[in-house]
């Protein structure tokens, strides 16, 4: 069964901070990994990784998987009140469509 | 743009009801999802479906059924509403062989008393 952590499971910090989200996972054939922004409504895609050491940014936020460890982390830079919401890990497995996801890291960002 | 529609915001129910849930999308993609998300739990795959009339169970599917008679159309049912499926309901669907990307609706938050 594949499965996915996140960590931590929530953080706060202040405006202007860089932060790190985790996310490890156990999956039988890996086919891609992605991250989702959750504000108050629908998770919104933020990255998806196939391959490992190739970074994804996207502005003030970046994405790195490394396939022989099993884990990917999430980068922002500069942190911005806007940037509160859950951060969502998903990882997908060759041979279906389905994405298992994590638990969530909440990140909360002070002013 | 992809849009995911689905028929309610919020939704408040008696237990014993039998409840409806529609997923809406209108871009084509062979695959859609429900899924419900607890505080805690993350998102949970409840069912999905590959195809017209096709179903296959997810990681939670007791107490709820699925319905796919038109590809743009997939609909939850709780046959006998209970107060532990109060929960947000997430629809979601993809393009097959694109590495997995799903598109999600603005999900449903369901109150059973």
């Known amino acids: 069964e594949d499965k996915v952590v996140q960590s931590p499971l929530s953080l706060v910090v202040h405006e202007g901070d860089t932060v790190t989200l985790n996310c490890s996972y156990e999956v039988t054939n890996f086919r891609s990994l992605l991250w989702y922004k959750q504000e108050k409504k629908a998770p919104t895609f933020l990255f998806m990784l196939?391959?490992?050491?190739i970074e994804k940014k996207s502005g003030r936020l970046s994405s790195i998987l490394d396939k022989k460890e099993l884990f990917s982390i999430l980068n922002i830079t500069a942190t911005q009140t806007g940037d509160s919401a859950i951060y969502l890990c998903?990882?997908?497995?060759?041979?279906?469509?389905?994405?298992?996801f994590g638990t969530g890291t909440r990140l909360t960002i002070i002013p | 743009d992809v849009k995911v529609t689905q028929s309610s915001r919020y939704l408040v129910k008696r237990t014993g009801e039998k409840v409806f849930l529609e997923c809406v999308q209108d871009m084509d993609h062979e695959n859609m999802f429900w899924y419900r998300q607890d505080p805690g739990l993350g998102l949970r795959l409840i069912y999905f479906s590959y195809d017209v009339k096709m179903k296959e169970k997810g990681d939670i599917p007791e107490g709820y059924s699925v319905s796919r008679e038109k590809k743009e159309r997939f609909s939850l049912i709780l046959e006998s509403a209970s107060t532990n499926q109060t929960s947000m309901y997430l629809c979601?669907?993809?393009?097959?062989?694109?590495?997995?990307?799903?598109?999600f609706g603005p999900g449903t938050r369901l109150t059973v008393t």
């Open positions: 196939t391959s490992s050491g």
């Open positions: 979601a669907s993809s393009l097959s062989m694109t590495g997995g990307e799903q598109y």
């Open positions: 998903a990882v997908v497995d060759f041979g279906n469509e389905k994405l298992t």
